[in-house]
């Protein structure tokens, strides 16, 4: 109280502080919620699941079709690939569209601007405090889905060590994106159709559905100009063992450059977002 | 049965009439779902870029079962879980009194009240893709075709729409189940694909424990000429002891009923 009237200055410097203990609480709020609703988070956890077993399922009987290998995968990289892509998967969820379009029709936004802090620093906090009940969820289906389908991989201590930071800028980009997607609920309540373009984009161009390489061309030289890769398709292949010291590097370049230029975008769109927001009550 | 088609009718007449007054809605699901017939289509081309058969079917009659997955998957999404929604709902705010007070069977009422029309557009692209794979497999057709393709696809309807009513009915026990649809909702993608490339325990599980991938696997099979009459016979006991057993359910999920206003 007695600070306030002294300027901003004591607020400033403690102002790092705040915005970490401010994460701790998102996260931990994230935490609590999620260890309460177990069985609909299992059940949540089978149908993140389904996908990559089908493509896993489809894809090794191509491999064993065709002599045992396509692409340089055999049935049991295959394996190693989609095991993989379950727990990449768990890390770069995000919020979801519905989520967005439910804050501002109930006027909940309104009482989030009403805070210190921009609302997407809530969020950030609480989806990365999201990851520990979401991988705590992973643990039990990833064993499982290693003893049905007996996966091969293989990397390096130092792609192992890499594994971490690549899955959290694989989060950071996506969580971007969709925020940028996000903040087209501003203008129109009809998202559905540009987050199914979005998805259909990011089933081919990322890796998700299969790995970038067997792909047509076509799709791969499109893929570089995308965000999508670097959400899949490379922490997937980093774990795999399948990426030189050099493409790690680079790699790590372009999830950088990737969360810049998605944070950008997001601080540009929603200068012009807010100006269109109005809320009754909240 | 008579009365209930009427029902239907009416309902759905009413919905109709509802959702015609959103004609941008049209544009936006023709949109959406050529959006994903096409994604899937490409899915199906870059899997058979690599190979010429999957699980012994061909990517002509690997169409055919994606058309019917569509066809299915549309009747799921104008009728059957925009239903299961709505009932789930009313239990969850107790407004399922006004429904059971009615002179009508519950269950069929609870069944035939919504209609999303739109949805439809994905009936139409699957008849659409069935009718490409026919003219690429070059089926001479046949009555015994015909009606073996309509016996398994009503079949298919009957199967789908008592496993979700069975999975619906656990809201009267845990009030927050939509979790459980959209878990059923991503076990049905499994139908995409032949039920055959599946290991065991998993073919076991989506045959009789979850049957979504078989009721796409029969019409298929039964449109490109694998169907012999024993499995056919075999598929109407399977149909109709799921619908059977679905009722059974019901009844007994609904003794759990408590009601919000009583």
Redesign the interface.
């Known amino acids: 109280m007695t600070q306030s009237s002294s300027g901003a200055q004591p607020l400033r410097q403690s102002s790092l502080r705040d915005r970490i203990d401010m994460y701790v609480v998102a996260a931990r709020q994230a935490i609590i919620e999620q260890l309460q609703y177990r069985l609909a988070n299992m059940m949540f956890m089978v149908h993140v699941l389904i996908e990559p077993v089908i493509y896993l399922v489809v894809w090794s009987t191509v491999a064993r079709a065709q002599g045992g290998e396509i692409g340089g995968y055999t049935a049991a990289q295959f394996a190693g690939y989609y095991i993989i892509w379950t727990l990449v998967r768990q890390f770069n969820l995000t919020l979801g569209p519905h989520n967005f379009n439910w804050r501002i029709k109930e006027g909940r936004l309104a009482a989030e601007l009403l805070r210190p802090v921009h609302p997407i620093q809530v969020d950030l906090g609480y989806y990365l405090g999201f990851k520990v009940p979401q991988t705590l969820y992973w643990l039990p289906m990833g064993i499982l889905l290693w003893l049905l389908f007996k996966p091969e991989i293989n990397p390096e201590w130092w792609q192992v060590l890499a594994f971490p930071f690549v899955l959290i800028l694989a989060f950071f980009v996506r969580f971007c994106f969709m925020w940028v997607l996000g903040l087209v609920c501003f203008w129109t309540e009809k998202i559905d159709a540009l987050f199914e373009l979005y998805f259909a984009a990011e089933l081919l161009f990322s890796g998700r559905l299969v790995p970038l390489e067997l792909m047509p061309a076509w799709t791969q030289s499109i893929a570089n100009f995308l965000p999508f890769q670097w959400t899949f398709y490379f922490p997937i292949e980093v774990l795999l063992g399948r990426v030189s010291p050099v493409d790690l590097g680079w790699g790590v370049l372009a999830q950088v450059a990737w969360v810049v230029g998605g944070y950008s975008l997001i601080m540009l769109v929603w200068k012009q977002a807010i100006k269109r927001f109005t809320a009754v009550g909240g | 049965m008579i009365r209930g088609l009427k029902l239907f009718g009416l309902f759905s007449r009413i919905s109709i009439l509802n959702e015609l007054q959103y004609r ?2 049209f544009f ?1 699901q023709l ?2 779902s050529s ?2 017939l ?2 899937g289509l ?2 199906i081309g ?2 058979f ?3 010429p ?3 012994g079917w061909t990517q002509a009659e690997l169409l055919a079962i994606y058309g019917v997955f569509y066809l299915l998957g549309g009747i799921l999404g104008t009728i059957i879980i925009p239903n299961m929604w709505v009932f789930m709902e009313d239990v969850r705010e107790g407004r399922l009194d006004f429904t059971l007070t009615k002179p009508e069977d519950a269950q069929l009422l609870i069944s035939v009240r919504q209609f999303a029309v739109w949805r439809l557009v994905e009936v139409v692209l699957g008849i659409v893709v069935l009718a490409v794979a026919v003219a690429q497999i070059g089926l001479q057709a046949s009555w015994w075709l015909a009606f073996a393709f309509g016996a398994t696809l009503l079949m298919g309807v009957v199967m789908l729409y008592s496993v979700m009513l069975m999975s619906s009915t656990l809201a009267f026990w ?1 009030t ?1 189940v939509w ?2 649809m ?2 059923l ?3 049905y ?2 139908g ?2 032949p039920v055959g ?3 065991e ?2 073919r076991m599980g989506l045959t009789y424990l979850i049957p979504v991938a078989f009721a796409v696997t029969i019409p298929a099979e039964a449109l490109t000429g694998r169907l012999t009459p024993e499995t056919l016979l075999g598929t109407l006991a399977f149909t109709v002891a799921l619908a059977f057993v679905s009722r059974k359910v019901w009844f007994f999920g609904l003794k759990h009923y408590t009601g919000a206003s009583a």
């Open positions: 941008a809605n936006l949109f959406q959006l994903s096409a994604t490409i899915v870059v899997v870029s690599y190979t058969t999957l699980g845990f927050r979790e459980l959209e878990m909702q991503s076990i993608q499994a995409r694909w490339i599946y290991p325990w998993l």
